[in-house]
């Protein structure tokens, strides 16, 4: 009856030990699990605020192209007040063709001016985009948070909260509103949003 005793004791001894190793093996996946969530949400404010970057760059660019292209448009309206006024005063079939001539290349050159710009609606659709990536990355950035204050907390799951910020890097603008489904479109109805993206640049300037 010892001897059964004896075994028993050692089979439940054994059994504790596996137990124990078990737990420990367990907890040392979920350290480096908690690790790993800690590092992925330190890095993602970062990629946020390079993305942001990115997007001022391309808005900055727009406005330059857009002065320039401006810019263009007056000099062309004003040769064409010139030629307009040439016109009463050429009496050759010859000057006349060569003033019809230069006045077909400013058209073209006022339609060129007018697909740049319209083609400029590319930075607007890669800042909705950049805003949309940027959107998804938050949503990940609290759920991977929202899991580290689980570990944290010895396994008792926090209320979300919103507007958790690393740092400041993680700042978002508020009230931010974009597109996830935004495409580009050959098209002048997306003139009016240029000419006020141009409009708020120049009152900056102007403050």
Request: proline content about 2%.
């Amino acid at each position: 009856m010892s001897e059964q005793n004896q075994l028993t004791k050692e089979l439940e001894t054994g059994a504790v030990e596996s137990v124990v190793l078990a737990l420990h093996k367990v907890i040392n996946l979920l350290d480096r699990i908690k690790t790993a969530i800690e590092e992925s949400s330190n890095k993602i404010p970062r990629a946020s605020v390079q993305l942001d970057t990115v997007t001022q760059a391309t808005e900055m660019a727009t406005v330059e192209i857009l002065n320039v292209l401006d810019t263009m448009t007056l000099k062309v309206g004003n040769v064409e007040e010139e030629l307009a006024s040439l016109k009463p005063h050429v009496g050759m079939r010859a000057g006349e063709t060569v003033l019809e001539g230069i006045g077909q290349h400013l058209e073209d050159i006022k339609q060129d001016t007018i697909n740049i710009t319209m083609a400029l609606q590319v930075q607007d659709i890669t800042a909705q985009r950049i805003a949309a990536a940027n959107h998804l990355i938050e949503c990940v950035r609290m759920e991977l948070m929202h899991e580290l204050s689980y570990f944290e907390n010895s396994g008792q799951p926090p209320a979300k909260e919103g507007g958790s910020k690393n740092n400041g890097e993680g700042e978002r603008k508020e009230g931010a509103t974009f597109d996830r489904d935004a495409l580009y479109r050959k098209s002048s109805d997306h003139q009016e949003r240029i000419d006020r993206v141009v409009q708020e640049w120049k009152e900056k300037q102007g403050q």
